[in-house]
């Protein structure tokens, strides 16, 4: 079974940074699509980024310029740097892997079979 932890979260000051880590703690990872998500209290899940299997990104308009994302494959984890944190970034960060394409941030939450539980993430400012 096909588990993910994500790590890295904690709290951080507005313009600060922060690099959040995403590992597979099972197996049958997928391996073609692997993305980056966030919820904050009564809001819908939203898509920040993608990376597909040769590198490609892809970046939320909400994040683009200060959030990237990155993948290590010799050790088949995925990160995101955060970069000039805002209030609004305050959330808890998901990260989720598909097999299939399309790989896009526009791609609904379904499109990922495979989750972790998230890691909290707090900006004060």
């Known amino acids: 079974q096909t588990h993910l932890e994500e790590s890295g979260g904690g709290s951080v000051e507005a313009g600060g940074s922060l690099k959040l880590s995403c590992a597979p703690t099972?197996?049958?990872?997928?391996?073609?699509?692997k993305a980056w998500f966030r919820q904050s209290p009564g809001k819908a899940r939203e898509a920040l980024a993608t990376?597909?299997?040769?590198?490609?990104?892809k970046y939320a308009d909400s994040v683009k310029g200060r959030f990237t994302i990155s993948k290590d494959n010799t050790r088949n984890i995925l990160y995101l740097e955060m970069k000039n944190v805002k209030a609004e970034d305050t959330a808890k960060y998901y990260c989720?892997?598909?097999?299939?394409?399309?790989?896009?941030?526009?791609?609904?939450?379904?499109?990922?079979?495979?989750w972790g539980r998230g890691t909290q993430v707090t900006v004060s400012s």
């Open positions: 099972g197996y049958g990872y997928g391996s073609y699509c």
């Open positions: 989720a892997v598909t097999d299939f394409p399309p790989c896009d941030p526009v791609e609904p939450e379904h499109h990922y079979p495979y």
């Open positions: 990376i597909d299997s040769v590198g490609t990104t």
